[in-house]
């Protein structure tokens, strides 16, 4: 058939033209004579292609030159882990802010490795609403502060970066990172899980202040320790090298499309387009989320009837508008507004919506 | 340019039928709309690829019920630190056998998990042998025992399955799963890296006989349990969704060559044949691995004056004939035959040699 709008919260939809070009070049990379998953990742074509990634996210994102550039694997799961086996060190404690599914998360896989306290969660709110701020307890002496700026599940989001004084903040990027420009300097490591605003999933991107890699941390494997895949620009062992030449492609592409100062003002565009949709439904639509913590990502909605909602998701498939359906622990829609999903998509889907009202009225 | 000749150690070359295919498919996957990397790894389509693999790698090694089939990310190098993680309680100690690079990582790497007794090492041999089965010393309480079938950079291979009695035996077969037919049952626990003869790196396929997922390991993270993983069919969090596809595509186009028989007459037929003509050189060319220990898969040679190295990478390159200079390791030349090298590559390889001796003579 042909291409879809796809609402994917991840993995989720890629730009076009990047898929374009990754097909074209599929047998023959590079005047290689081979796909890029057949390079070594110890040749000078690759080693070109991954340095150029870099420096193309670094000037996206206007990446501070103390901070190191990692192009990790096993989602960002593992790195719920790998962050206070390398950030903690025997005995230490950690903040936790907890907004939503993922935030949950990654206090559980952290717990090993370090005393997690959780400074503040907005979980008795059902994660409608981030924690307010004043009932936050952060401890000066943490070895770091977590916290998740965009919930992809929960579909709630940090609009600003939270003041933690002298305390690494630590983010967990992976559906927010590339939406919009951010103050790299504010946070001491940032990573993303790529398969949401990177490109395809078994890529983790990482940008850590480079203090922190001199951190002894938790006995650990040399494989486990980012300071040594900075050491070896993150071809400590072999990467995954498709991942890290799609990531290239995408940044590429954000490049051409103006930067993030542009992405932001079309995910503004996409999400108000959206919301307006839902809010003047006259409560056919609605979402729960309190209006200053809704995400501009991740759109969750309900029809006023749950009995129309089978039906929503299979004429909305039929009409070419994909991956609507909500989380399973949430149920209801979800509409995922990645970079790569253009606002024509938003269009048909908003069009779509009043269209269904009406017929199922 | 054409396509040329790959030698590559890993990532390595892949089968041009399966390439063509991704790239075919690479907008519009299985009738869907979108590419495999967009969709959601808990979508029907997904799930029935990724059920469908794993039924096709089954059934090309057979692989009894009673071992598990997992898909992880983070290398073979992260295998090396998870499986004692998983394999060893507090205290135990795990034999290895150590036969080259590879598998004396794999105890640098396990040693912060696992007492570990290497068993055996032919490093005073500088690996150019297997180490004498004499001279092993197995321990029937350890752990488990590893070991590291094939050698990609020493070039040396086991070619029958050690017999370690009751205690489970764990393999690195990342350079030559797939080359033949397999005892699976011989095992405990199989893994390989994709890179070499599966798919694209970022991915490694684990084959483990399910008692073993029942040790309670060392404290680890739920994210590093393979019990977790195969509890949740591989989706404990997002996989690596385009490996796993291209694995996918490997595996039907084994099928299609007529399975693991077919392949490990070629694999011979290739490996016979180069190593004839090194041998056939009239010292021309040499190998310097023990008869009954040379790899398959990775064939080292040497040419006899060391200063003509570097005319015989450039010139072969500019034949089509990439990838063959040796690990830095070690200098001289290396051609690795994994199952995606026809023997016409093969053909074109040593028929360079020839010629290139007779110019160079």
């Known amino acids: 058939m042909s291409r879809v709008w796809n609402f994917s919260a991840g993995p989720a939809a890629l730009p076009q033209a990047v898929l374009e070009r990754a097909q074209r070049e599929m047998l023959d990379w590079n005047g290689s004579g081979a796909s890029v998953m057949e390079q070594s990742h110890r040749g000078k074509r690759?080693?070109?292609?991954?340095?150029?990634?870099?420096?193309?996210?670094?000037?996206?994102?206007?990446?501070?030159?103390?901070?190191?550039?990692?192009?990790?694997?096993?989602?960002?799961?593992?790195?719920?882990?790998?962050?206070?086996?390398?950030?903690?060190?025997?005995?230490?404690?950690?903040?936790?802010?907890?907004?939503?599914?993922?935030?949950?998360?990654?206090?559980?896989e952290a717990s090993t490795y370090v005393r997690v306290n959780v400074a503040a969660s907005s979980a008795a709110d059902d994660y409608l609403k981030l924690p307010e701020r004043s009932s936050w307890q952060l401890d000066p002496h943490a070895a770091y502060v977590h916290y998740t700026p965009n919930e992809t599940i929960h579909g709630v989001e940090f609009h600003d970066i939270p003041d933690v004084g002298a305390v690494p903040l630590v983010a967990d990027m992976s559906s927010n990172i590339l939406s919009e420009p951010l103050d790299v300097s504010r946070f001491g490591l940032i990573y993303a899980g790529a398969q949401k605003n990177i490109g395809p999933s078994g890529l983790v991107v990482m940008i850590i202040r480079r203090d922190?890699?001199?951190?002894?941390?938790?006995?650990?494997?040399?494989?486990f320790r980012y300071a040594e895949h900075a050491a070896n620009d993150s071809m400590l062992n072999?990467?995954?090298?498709?991942?890290?030449?799609?990531?290239?492609?995408?940044?590429?592409?954000?490049?051409?499309?103006?930067?993030?100062?542009?992405?932001?003002?079309?995910?503004?565009?996409?999400?108000?387009?959206?919301?307006?949709?839902?809010?003047?439904?006259?409560?056919?639509?609605?979402?729960p989320i309190e209006l200053g913590s809704r995400s501009r990502m991740n759109v969750r909605f309900s029809l006023y009837d749950g009995a129309l909602d089978a039906a929503f998701v299979a004429e909305s498939e039929a009409a070419g508008l994909i991956a609507l359906k909500g989380h399973k622990a949430l149920g209801g829609m979800r509409a995922s507004l990645y970079n790569?999903?253009?606002?024509?998509?938003?269009?048909?889907?908003?069009?779509?919506?009043?269209?269904?009202?009406?017929?199922?009225?």
């Open 238 to 287: 072999t990467p995954n090298t498709w991942g890290w030449y799609v990531a290239g492609l995408t940044f590429q592409w954000l490049h051409e499309q103006g930067g993030l100062a542009a992405m932001a003002e079309r995910n503004r565009a996409k999400a108000a387009l959206l919301y307006q949709a839902i809010d003047g439904s006259g409560g056919y639509y609605s979402n």
């Open 46 to 108: 690759f080693i070109e292609m991954a340095a150029r990634t870099e420096e193309d996210l670094r000037s996206l994102l206007g990446i501070p030159a103390d901070y190191a550039v990692l192009f990790l694997q096993g989602g960002a799961t593992q790195q719920f882990a790998q962050i206070p086996m390398n950030l903690a060190g025997e005995g230490d404690s950690a903040d936790y802010l907890v907004s939503g599914h993922w935030s949950a998360k990654a206090v559980g």
């Open 340 to 361: 790569a999903v253009p606002l024509e998509a938003v269009q048909a889907l908003t069009a779509f919506m009043q269209d269904f009202a009406q017929r199922h009225g």
């Open 212 to 223: 922190l890699l001199q951190r002894p941390g938790r006995p650990m494997a040399r494989i």
